[in-house]
């Protein structure tokens, strides 16, 4: 069974950095059967279900190899975001025009 090794990315209703340096190592995801008589959708497989957590890609990485499992490493992609303080809309030298 092969897994996935990523850094998942912020919501949006997340503001701070905390629990965003953190890695996840997640199994991928078997077809499920479908019950022929209520209809409803279920694996054998336990392990899609489980989730770790890691403080590194390395740590990750070295998991994944001891416990002879495949893994495919994704690398996060950085938010292009311009950091900026509020005092910055009255600067004197501001680009644009400051209006009501």
């Known amino acids: 069974m092969s897994a996935r090794i990523y850094r998942p990315a912020k919501n949006a209703m997340q503001s701070g950095t905390a629990k965003y340096t953190r890695w996840l190592l997640e199994f991928e995801r078997e077809a499920k059967d479908i019950d022929p008589l209520m209809g409803w959708t279920s694996s054998g497989d336990t392990r899609q ?52």
């Open 49 to 100: 279900q489980v989730k770790l957590w890691f403080d590194t890609k390395e740590e990750a990485i070295a998991y994944a190899e001891r416990n002879g499992i495949a893994a495919t490493v994704e690398e996060p992609h950085e938010p292009k975001r311009r950091q900026m303080a509020y005092s910055d809309n009255f600067r004197f030298n501001r680009v644009g025009q400051w209006t009501h």
